[in-house]
């Protein structure tokens, strides 16, 4: 039987392309195994569809029903990220970097987990380890997730060993500049050409209560502010119509990835409020807000202590 090597639903460039890599080791290792993923080829995300296509790589197919089926995870090990009878398949091995989820197995199989910022750090040792050389292709797509899970090694889940990954990928891959590729991912994935400005808004949004006032936060990851310059008004027309349906407030977080920080667009019943929270004033509804990436860990928590949550 053909093991389906799969990531998680709703696959991002680590699932996608962490699955081609393990289906190529265990193809050189005399297995029969094929890269599957949970998405059709077409909605792939547009980082992911970028890194396929400028490494050359086949996306994986896609893979709807895992019941009865010998299948490979990589990327995660919970049941409610798999593909729909994951329950009634069998697992026969898992590469992962995240906390161990709750697929179980009836034999003992190979199950390597580590704490790192990406599966292709793992499997960037599994090869190594099996004595493997990496195809060169299936390296850039390694080298490619690495720096998006870590965000070009900015996230605090990035270790030394995805560093050392890197270095090796590199060469494998033949990529000189990985500043370069890093730029070329985000520009892909924040990109905003022709999107609606209200998808822009709920593009990635979260709606809060804050002491009984309901405030919307919605974030756009760019590589530059120069991406949204043309269409500011539009965001904030959007932003005036979800405010004005019951909402306290609306922030709009414009996040340079590349510079570190937020052009904070804020409506709200209560300005002043809210630029006590981020120890600013409003221009024209916004504010640059220094190092404020996060909109769990900084934006959320300083507005609830304004509102006094
Ligand atoms: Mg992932
Ligand atoms: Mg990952
Ligand atoms: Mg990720």
Known sequence: MTICVVGHSNPDTDSVTAAIALATLLNAQGQDAKACMQSVAANLNPESAMVIERFGLTAPEEITDAAGKQVALVDFSDIAQGPAGLADAEVVTIVDHHKIGDVTTNNPILFRAEPVGCTGTVLNKMFKEAGVAIPKNVAGGMLAAILSDTVNFKSPTCTEDDKVAVAELKEVAGVSDTEELFMAMLKAKSSVD??????????????????????????LELATLDQV???????????????????????????????????????SDDPALVEGAFGGKLENSSMWVEGMMSRKKQTVPNLQTAFGC
């Open 194 to 219: 022709g999107v609606p400005a209200k998808d822009l808004l709920f593009r990635d949004y979260k709606d809060f209560d804050m002491k009984g006032n309901k405030v919307g936060v919605g974030q």
């Open 229 to 267: 310059a043309d269409i500011r008004e539009d965001l904030m027309k959007a932003m005036a119509e979800v405010k004005a349906d019951g909402r306290h407030s609306v922030l709009l977080m414009l996040t340079d990835v590349v510079k570190e920080g937020t052009d904070l667009v804020v409506l």
